[in-house]
């Protein structure tokens, strides 16, 4: 039996199956492109063509696409991004008690006491840090992104970058290259003022305490890590499957519902062949005239959702 994850983002579409033991059968990177259901269609279908006959118990989803992707695919839990990553480190190690996610366009910190989360907190507005930011910053200094970290750590005198807002942190790294730094301490300077950011912004007033999980795309730079730990005074720990943990926690918790439930409600990888098509309209019921999006497979409507009394939403056609 397999357990398939969904986590489906503002940048990425992550899909990942896991089997009984909670190995990690196969994940799957899709970029999101402001079109959620085709880059899970997409994936679908990749998944289709592999693993077509397998038997798939539960479905989750999360990110901020949970609730359309359920819909989709027959989801048996939603989940929030915090509670999702939260299960997948746990699920690793006990003894988590601090997760810090970067991802394509948010950060987050999750605080765990006894194996539960009891505080966390997420960026609100600013996007420094954030994976799209330090792409765009690559890009600047056309160094690949796979490489980013590693001129960050060959550095030998970072320089001082303002790291409280995206716009600032860019226009004096701008400066910086202007006076002529070196890049890899135009980098460090960088990774170092965007940990800075991190911990005075959304890790401000947590107590943040080891064994803590780096995860998120931007674990992958091994200058931000670097940056933490030097930051925080000791040892970092990015998981394997550090850029799934969202997708992989999401199976783990439909899994649970499942077993709770004893069935699943997952429509399987045939989905890939569906025509979908979002519309929406302004409802007239009340005056808060919210605008309602109906989702229609093969010319059924098979979810709703924008309203706030949940008229549309909780009916499975109209």
Known sequence: MYYLGVD???VST????IDEKMNVIEKLYLRTKGRPIN???QGFKILKDKYDGIKVSAAGTTGSGRHIASTLIGGDAIKNEITAHAVAALEIDKDVRTIIEIGGQDSKIIILKNGVVSDFAMNTVCAAGTGSFLDRQ?????IPIEEFGEYALKSTTPVRIAGRCAVFAESDMIHKQQLGYNESDIVRGLCDALVRNYLNNIGKGKDIESKVFFQGGVA?????KKAFEN????????PEHYNMMGAIGAALIAKAAVEKAGVSRFKGFDLAESKFVSK???CEGCPNRCEVVKINENDSTIGCFGDRCGKYSNKVAI
Not at 220 to 224: V, W
Not at 231 to 238: R, S, Y
Request: avoid cysteine; charged fraction near 25%; charge should be negative.
């Open 220 to 224: 992958a730079n091994k200058g931000m």
């Open 39 to 41: 880059a899970i269609q």
């Open 231 to 238: 930051a925080l005074g000791f040892e970092i720990f990015v």
């Open 8 to 10: 489906v983002g503002s």
């Open 138 to 142: 690559a890009e600047r200094l056309d």
């Open 280 to 282: 929406s309209f302004e």
């Open 14 to 17: 992550d899909l990942v199956l």
